[in-house]
T-cell receptor, first 111, second 115 residues
Framework: GQSLEQPSEVTAVEGAIVQINCTYQTSGFYGLSWYQQHDGGAPTFLSYNALDGLEETGRFSSFLSRSDSYGYLLLQELQMKDSASYFCAVETSGSARQLTFGSGTQLTVLP | DAGITQSPRYKITETGRQVTLMCHQTWSHSYMFWYRQDLGHGLRLIYYSAAADITDKGEVPDGYVVSRSKTENFPLTLESATRSQTSVYFC??????????????FGPGTRLLVL
């Protein structure tokens, strides 16, 4: 099976930079995704890494190290609207696009 | 409306009753998924479908049944609801093209309470 670990809560102030880490244990790793979910809302896709390195999408970046089974989501220039839960999710090869999600990190952005 | 929709958005039922949650997508995506999300937790895959008439179990399939007679619809049935099935249910879909896309589009969710 697969398991993922990420911090349950992170707090930061508006304008700051925050990093949300995710470590995983899985066989046949294929890629790591990040999703954002506001309270009561649907998860929305943020980023995806299949190869080692940094992927940048505007204020959000995601990093993957396959050798360390580790990734992170970096949020820059934090805004109040970034307060949400952030989930990492792994896809394993041969799993027909199944995603296994972590338990989520609740990010609170303070003014 | 275009996109992925779920109905009902809220449902209260009693233990032992059969409940069907509907999911409809207008993108003609090949893949569709059902997840459940319990309070304070991540999403767990119940069932998924790679195409019409092709379904397979996910992590927590017990007590659920799915069908996919048409590409755009993927209903989830709780044959005999139990209190442990109280949860928020999300349907999702994704394209069958490049793996590098890896984007699943989620519906708004159905909040189910089993009394």
């Amino acid at each position: 099976g697969q398991s993922l670990e990420q911090p349950s809560e992170v707090t930061a102030v508006e304008g700051a930079i925050v990093q949300i880490n995710c470590t995983y244990q899985t066989s046949g790793f294929y890629g790591l995704s990040w999703y954002q979910q506001h309270d009561g809302g649907a998860p929305t896709f943020l980023s995806y890494n299949a190869l080692d390195g940094l992927e940048e999408t505007g204020r959000f970046s995601s990093f993957l190290s396959r050798s360390d089974s580790y990734g992170y989501l970096l949020l820059q220039e934090l805004q109040m609207k970034d307060s949400a839960s952030y989930f990492c999710a792994v896809e394993t090869s041969g799993s027909a696009r199944q995603l296994t999600f972590g338990s989520g990190t609740q990010l609170t952005v303070l003014p | 409306d275009a996109g992925i929709t779920q109905s009902p958005r809220y449902k209260i039922t009693e233990t032992g009753r059969q409940v069907t949650l509907m999911c409809h997508q207008t993108w003609s995506h090949s893949y569709m998924f059902w997840y459940r999300q319990d309070l304070g937790h991540g999403l767990r895959l119940i069932y998924y479908s790679a195409a019409a008439d092709i379904t397979d179990k996910g992590e927590v399939p017990d007590g659920y049944v799915v069908s996919r007679s048409k590409t755009e619809n993927f209903p989830l049935t709780l044959e005999s609801a139990t209190r442990s099935q109280t949860s928020v249910y999300f349907c999702a879909s994704s394209e069958s093209a490049l793996r590098s896309e890896e984007t699943q589009y989620f519906g708004p969710g159905t909040r189910l309470l089993v009394l």
